[in-house]
């Protein structure tokens, strides 16, 4: 996070160079007012393309910025990244036995620190407040969280870094087995998450929203929802978690469409994006991203 002396400094420091971020503020306004009536448009296009063409007019600057090596995002101004979690969501985040956020992103954001030469602190906090404090509370959000449309309209994503799908984890014993058999059916999902969003479509479905994900399988367990919705690799950890009593089926089973997590930022925050797309290209190329993938999610 910027404290506001850094900033001064810096930027009395770098004028010349960041005159691009400078206006990365009235960027985001703009953008925003523009982003819904493009929302049909972009469905099919890339993140990472979509906003370079939407924030193109407004910083013309910007890919000249990221180029030069020395430019430096408002947000990391003061060297630290303050990333903000949901760590409800093994095995991306969770808490571990110290009471810290560990897990895959967790893991991931610190290698993108170390990339950049920031520091990174984690902020944990309510998945559904994630969106709504980037740019304010936290620099950027990573929470396997899905790029959606209606997302895109107040944040930007960096390029994807992992694909999923959502499950649905059943009763061991349950009958439920193909999306026609969800109708009328009370659905547990975590508040705020695209499993949310699918069980609200479901015909005459009763959906209930729990902050913490396990809470909702305890009551899949309990006998207080019938099925819970959830992307894969959590609902594969809770399967072995309460093996013997649920069970973790594909949703393609059920007709769900596949997702693509990636970094959440603030919007118009060009030099910020380029930087991190830049980190997690390396972090691809030299290996990492493959260990941290055999470390937490493959060693489940
Ligand atoms: N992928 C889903 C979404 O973006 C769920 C993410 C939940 N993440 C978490 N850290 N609790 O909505």
Redesign the pocket.
Known sequence: MKKFLAVALTVAMTMTMLTACGSSETAADSTEATAADSTEAAETTETADDTAEETEAEAPAADETAENSDAVSEALADGVLTVG?????PP??YVDDNGEADGFDMALVKAIGEKLGVEVVIENME?ASLVSSIGSKIDIAA????V?DERKESVDFTNSYYE?VQYVILPADSEIAAAADLEGKTIGV?L?????FIAEDIADSTVSQYNK?VDAVNDLINGRVDCVI??KNPALVFESKFEGQVVAVDGAQFDFEP?E?AIALPKGDTVLLDQINAALEEIKADGTFDELVKTYIEAE
């Open positions: 979690t949901n760590a409800e969501f991306f985040e998945f929470a396997g969280m899905t959606t999923a975590q705020g998450t695209t499993g949310d994900a959830i992307d997702e997590y």
